[in-house]
């Protein structure tokens, strides 16, 4: 009707579809009529006698017990309130049931709906809720620690649902009892939960935790891990494979209260765990240890990952914003979260395309902690680690005879105590990093079990902090093991070295290198192993340095084919050859 008034129906035209208005309109106006007529009961009939067509071109009809008895379960069939007045504990409760007595999906439509109560639901067979756009479901009960909404004892599925006041979202405490085939968390959205929204340790064969909202801003966390699958229970990494942790934002969480903490932790084996956002962290008030990311076990692929703004106002808290560690296969695991200072040793992780930006632990902090055997780290990026103590862009500690590492195409920048920090076992290639602003070493390698183990440095770029304080530094120190350094650039304004063959080396290959350190030495040579090969150091190019070359005691050094320039102790554009001799001078 084009305005607002009142029309008296003329009742005793009565002819198919038209009806007579006494009074009211002009001629010629349009009006819309919409008749209501009482309900009817039209009797019963078996619902496999009445057809149902959904009315649409193509449609084809169906009887309505196919519809609404095979079909998805809605929690508006139990009596759920979308407008959040009555409390819908129940009802869901109810639906929660039928749907895993009838195998049926379980739909929640849009809406808010509040549980003033809730009994922790642990399921008896599959089970899968797919909520409407905008489904919320909310808690106000007052019971921390214990208010969960469901323990997995089977297959589950939460997708498109919003979660508020709970505890735990998915509680699995317990590690044991069949393994299930699946467990699916996405896209939800996740706020005001104190506990570990996601606590699984029910084995699975694999799972999907992906494109979920995680809102830290409301309540502090108070438990060790906010998102915690595999860790803490008395199970191996075999019994959580094929995990997808993917595309997941984890938003202003405060670990103030959180004793030693991780915002996820993860155990798994074969799996992925990419394109995650954690921003806006802080810890406030405790000094114990924090992971924002720690993932334990064998051959996952961790990559492409941003940590963004950790913020930490404690005394003395150390930081890991990534920390990857292997698991030996078949051994228990300890109590989660896992501290990157335990021992655990495993094999086969590829670390690679993250990106990691301020980040502060108030003694240690660390951008990248890897203790994994035969790991790949590459592509990563890494700005601003800081510490009081210490702070280490990327750290690998390996503790196996086998072991080998690729770390490559790597950046570190802004104010690193040690850029990039490698203890290996076995072998290594270092290659194509960049390094600026470190105040000790731009890349410190050694091998803990000395000579016979080899790697190699090549092609990485390498410039100190302007001001660096600690004693010895250096662009690049190799030590313990045979080393092969070439193609690197190496400056500096303030560190001791460029290059520092330091002790229990053995017959290092120094060739090729640009190095240039206004204020120490172009390249230091040690050498007290007790197989006492010396090092060749052949066709560097070392310029700007306040000493060209030097050695230590110990060993023969061949040294050829050097351009010295500029150095206080040489004469400028001389070519140096010749053999150093134990009773030489320290300088060239």
């Not at 809406?111 to 899968?128: E, V």
């Not at 735990?168 to 069949?178: D, K, N, P, Y």
């Not at 296969?329 to 930006?357: D, K, Q």
């Not at 023969?556 to 050859?577: C, E």
């Amino acid at each position: 009707v084009q305005e607002a008034s009142t029309y008296t129906i003329q009742t005793t035209t009565t002819s198919n579809d038209t009806v007579r208005l006494a009074s009211g309109l002009a001629g010629g106006e349009l009006v819309q009529v919409r008749l209501l007529a009482a309900p009817q009961s039209i009797g019963t009939a078996d619902a496999n006698a009445i057809t149902y067509d959904q009315g649409s071109t193509g449609s084809s009809s169906r009887f309505v017990e196919d519809k609404f008895q095979t079909e998805m379960l809605s929690v508006l069939d139990f009596g759920a309130d979308p407008t959040g007045t009555a409390t819908s504990a129940s009802a869901f409760s109810n639906a929660i049931d039928e749907a895993m007595a009838t195998g049926r999906p379980l739909y929640v439509p849009t809406g808010t709906y509040n549980f003033s109560t809730w009994a922790t639901k642990t399921t008896t067979a599959d089970l899968t809720l797919i909520g409407g756009d905008g489904a919320s479901i909310n808690y106000t009960g007052v019971t921390p620690g214990t208010d969960y909404f469901l323990t997995p004892a089977h297959s589950l599925t939460l997708t498109n649902l919003e979660f508020t006041g709970f505890d735990r979202v998915v509680s699995q405490a317990t590690h044991g009892g069949t393994r299930i085939d699946r467990f699916v968390f996405t896209n939800n959205k996740v706020s005001d939960c104190g506990g570990s929204c996601i606590y699984m340790l029910q084995p699975f064969a694999s799972a999907d935790v992906s494109n979920n909202i995680f809102d830290g801003s409301v309540t502090p966390q108070t438990v060790p891990a906010f998102i915690r699958i595999g860790v803490g229970g008395s199970g191996t990494e075999g019994d959580y494979r094929h995990l997808s942790f993917s595309r997941n934002i984890f938003d202003s969480f405060d670990l103030a209260t959180a004793g030693t903490a991780s915002i996820v932790n993860i155990l798994a084996e074969k799996s992925y765990i990419e394109e995650n956002l954690i921003r806006q962290t802080e810890r406030t008030a405790n000094t114990n240890a924090v992971e924002l990311m720690c993932v334990v076990g064998n051959q996952n692929t961790i990559r492409n990952n941003i940590f963004d703004t950790f913020t930490n106002t404690s005394s003395s808290a150390t930081v890991y914003a990534l920390s990857v560690q292997g698991q030996d296969v078949g051994t228990a695991l300890p109590a989660a979260p896992s501290s990157a200072a335990t021992a655990l040793y495993g094999h086969s992780n590829i670390i690679e395309g993250n990106r990691i930006t301020t980040v502060g632990g108030a003694t240690t902090g660390y951008g990248i902690y890897c203790t994994s055997e035969d790991a790949i780290i590459r592509g990563n990026v890494i700005d601003s680690i800081t510490g009081s103590g210490s702070a280490y862009g990327l750290m690998y500690s390996s503790n196996s005879d086998a072991g080998s590492v690729v770390v490559s195409g790597n950046i570190a920048l802004g104010g690193c105590k040690d850029a990039f920090y490698i203890n290996m076992d076995g072998m290594a290639t270092i290659s194509g990093n960049a390094a600026s602003g470190f105040t000790r070493y731009g890349i410190y390698a050694l091998t803990n079990n000395g000579v016979g183990y080899t790697g190699s440095l090549a092609n990485n770029a390498l410039m100190d902090n302007g001001t660096a304080t600690a004693s010895s530094s250096a662009c690049i120190i190799v030590q313990a093991g045979d080393w092969t350094v070439t193609g690197n650039t190496c400056y500096g304004t303030a560190a001791d070295y460029g290059i520092y063959v330091a002790s229990v080396t053995d017959g290092c290959v120094i060739t090729g290198n640009r190095v240039e350190v206004t204020t120490g030495t172009g390249v230091r040579l040690v050498n007290n192993s007790a197989n006492g090969e010396g090092h060749i150091v052949a066709s560097n190019s070392i310029q700007n340095c306040t000493t060209g070359i030097t050695k230590d005691s110990g060993g023969d050094h061949k040294v050829s084919n050097n351009i010295v320039d500029g150095s206080v102790d040489t004469v400028p554009g001389v070519l140096f050859a010749g053999t150093f001799d134990c009773s030489v001078a320290a300088s060239v």
